[in-house]
């Protein structure tokens, strides 16, 4: 793989709407072999790709490097602004640095991504599995949660798989044997097979409720009960950076409880390493 050619097709995609525009043509060959585009993808294929490429890649940057490089591309959902300036400006506010800073930051996080790929084909260390499907409903003044997780194996002999929201103590409904913050599944799966636990326990209190996916996930359906007396102003966090989750300069989707006091929220293919959830100010 060519990586000043890469590089240079990666400053290209950077601008105007990165990927949140029609980027089928602004993907140059040596981007399509990294990752691993075909001839027969359409547009809605080739940018998922690219977006699941470049946010792999930018899992292994450090935290400005990787915020940077998200902001540069319009893979954070907040920084998807139409000029590729307005995106550098909206990362220096969120690092509290200039935007000439961030640019030179970006220009660094480009070089990393290449060699990065240069050094690791599309398709070296695929994910062992995806979840299609998550479902998470919280009784906040109960401490009680309910996680149904659907899954698919990527590869063969797989059997363990982490809960979304770290648990203090609780049991498995079905689909498997709960293991500290894990599910052990009676049986290893094939590759290709799916399954589905699902498991209730009780947490910390806390002011937030975060799903950080390592892998690909299709759906998650986030439920929340307040209760009726006083409900708070409950924020969704969308593609959020971790810092996101307690920075109160986070400018996510205000939730509206309705009248029994809750909230739901459903977020579609995510992107692993970035938060997903609601985060809430405290009651009085």
């Keep these: 793989m060519e990586r000043t050619e890469l590089v240079r097709e990666l400053k290209t995609l950077r601008k105007g709407r990165g990927l949140a525009g029609r980027i089928e043509d602004r993907v140059g060959p040596v981007l399509r072999s990294a990752c691993a585009i075909s001839e027969n993808d359409g547009w809605v294929a080739i940018r998922a790709k690219v977006t ?6 930018s899992s292994q940057l450090p935290e400005d490097l990787r915020l940077a490089a998200l902001a540069a591309f319009a893979i954070t959902p907040e920084a998807r602004q139409p000029l590729y300036q307005e995106r550098v400006r909206w990362a220096a506010s969120r690092v509290d640095r200039d935007p000439r800073t961030v640019r030179r930051r970006v220009d660094e996080a480009i070089d990393l991504l290449a060699e990065l790929a240069s050094g690791e084909p599309a398709g070296s260390s695929p994910d062992r599995w995806h979840t299609t499907a998550l479902t998470v409903a919280v009784v906040l003044e109960e401490r009680r949660v309910f996680e149904q997780h659907r899954v698919k194996a990527e590869e063969d002999g797989l059997r363990s798989f982490d809960l979304a929201v770290p648990a203090a103590e609780g049991s498995v409904l079905y689909g498997g044997t709960l293991r500290e913050s894990s599910v052990e599944l009676p049986g290893p799966l094939s590759r290709g097979e799916s399954w589905e636990f699902a498991a209730v326990f009780t947490v910390e209190p806390a002011e937030n409720v ?27 966090l969308d593609g959020a950076f971790k810092r996101d989750i307690t920075d109160p ?3 996510g989707r205000p939730l509206q409880p309705n009248a029994a006091g809750e909230v739901h929220v459903r977020f579609r293919h995510l992107t692993p390493g970035l938060a997903y959830g609601a985060r809430w100010a405290s009651r009085s």
Excluded: I, M
């Design 210 to 236: 975060v799903y950080v996916p390592r892998h690909r996930c299709e759906v998650f359906d986030l439920r929340l009960k307040f209760g009726t007396r006083n409900p708070p102003e409950v924020l969704a």
């Design 249 to 251: 300069r986070y400018r």
């Design 52 to 57: 699941g490429r470049l946010s792999e890649l």
